[in-house]
């Protein structure tokens, strides 16, 4: 506990020599002057009250911040993305999606197998209006996590020996591959398992002459759109959810006027994070039925949306 602050004049002895200070006058000298008329303060009392409620008032029911302004509307928006390029995209994604008029965004990695063999199919699912996004060369990740389970990563692609020019030049490698394969020049990026550091540092920035956009993970969705980092746009890693948890998911980005990114692997098969196709559909079927509440696009249309919106904002201010 900190002593008391001592008071030196109120202890300190009157030498000779020095008078004692005056007593301490009225705060108003006025006071006691008989021919002066009483003060009456109330008015200043309530006008002073008045303002205060009306600052009180303001700062409760103002709306600082208007909902985020989504096409035609909309409440929410939805982006659909699916990694590592593999047979189910191409089986039972994008028919399903087709069907209900939608389209995805597939992050596919440069040595994915089903692209060396059915590339013809990949080059028309992008003629068809799906989005082919950047997922790296080989598809390199951190080996050591705390959460453990990455002894799949071969050592030669563990993040941890990259460095970020590495890590670069792998991604150029990737963008000039799928510009080959939809002739596309503004790209999005998919981190490989949501990492974003190479050699031990981020490589978020200097990525980002490279791409519109980029995915990481953190199962959340995008409440703040205003405040979004495009760089740092999180989604939802869906391993065997139920529609139902899914539709709830979607309704969180309702709730916020947010964004729901989901990052699917397989859907009915076809890799070991994977989701039912039953439920991958009861998904779709809700987009489609919401439409007017939710905007469903791919992750380049939503982020372009987002970024152009969020320079229009800040040159209003």
Known sequence: MRPAASSRHAEEPVRAGNPPAPAPTSADPLSHDP?????????????????????????VWADPSPPFPWPDGAKAAVALTYDDGVDVHLDHVAPDLEAAGLRGTFFVPGHSESLAKRLPEWRALAARGHELGNHAIFHPCLRTVPQGGRDWVRPEYALESYTVPRMIDELRAANTTLLALDGETVRTLGYNCGDTTAGGSSYVDAA???????????????????????????????????????I?????????????????????????????????????????ANRKTVWTD??????AHVTAEQKRLAASR
């Open 298 to 303: 791919t992750f380049r249309a939503v982020m």
């Open 35 to 59: 021919n002066r008329a009483p003060r009456d303060d109330r008015g200043a009392v309530v006008i002073g009250a008045v303002a205060a409620l009306a600052s009180l008032a303001s700062g």
């Open 248 to 288: 709830a998911f979607v309704r969180k980005a309702t709730d916020a006027g947010g964004l729901a990114v989901f990052m699917f692997h397989g859907v009915g098969g076809g890799h070991n994070l994977d989701v039912s196709r039953e439920a991958h559909r009861q998904l779709v079927d809700w987009l489609v």
């Open 208 to 246: 980002r002459p490279l791409f519109l956009a980029a995915r990481t993970g953190e199962d959340r969705v995008a409440a703040d759109v205003r405040a979004l980092d495009p760089m740092l746009v999180p989604s939802w890693m869906v391993v065997n959810a139920s529609g139902d948890e899914m």
